[in-house]
């Protein structure tokens, strides 16, 4: 059996979410970064399980969405701020720490926990490894994640003008290094 440490400066976590609603066209479409991750897999020939940890106050707004394209100028600090300030008081209320556990028997295909302090989702995750050198993995992949899977109540805006659409894409870019 094989473990490895998630590199942290040398991964990313994106969530994406959308607006949607009459007026969705005055809302924002956001990515979100996570900028404190950690976590370790464990290989055993193709099988292998992993644990990532998303430190909540570390989630930051990188910008909206136009389309696929970051726009990372589009938002005011104030903006940014109070978004960030919402996710971690209102959305993820009394989350600290998001824990997903994933498994699989293959590199390509993950079974997948996601935990929060509201309840926890399971899904399915596409995903594509590769050798970096020196050991090290590299693990690319996305996947959908319901909020309402997860407990967490609605997000609309004022008088429901518009809402956040329920499933977020989520992306990984992550590498992985033997441990010691």
Known sequence: MNELHLDPAASRLVVRTRAIG???????????????LRGRA??????????LEVDVA?????????????????????????????????????????AVRAS???????????QVASGSAALTARLSSHD????AVGV?????????ALGVPEIKGPLGAFRVRDELEI???LTLRPAG
């Open 22 to 36: 009459m007026l969705a066209r005055l809302a924002h479409d956001l990515e979100i970064t996570a900028a404190r």
């Open 42 to 51: 464990r290989l055993d020939g193709a099988s292998w399980t992993a644990e």
């Open 58 to 98: 570390g989630l930051r707004v990188a910008g909206i969405l136009r389309g696929d394209r970051l726009d990372p100028d589009a938002l005011s600090a104030g903006d940014r701020r109070e978004i960030e300030r919402r996710m971690r008081e209102e959305v993820l209320r009394g989350t600290e720490v998001v």
């Open 104 to 114: 699989g028997a293959t590199r390509d295909r993950a079974e997948v926990r996601v």
């Open 132 to 135: 970096r050198g020196d050991g």
């Open 140 to 148: 690319v992949g996305g996947c959908q994640l319901s909020l309402s």
């Open 171 to 173: 992306l990984v870019d």
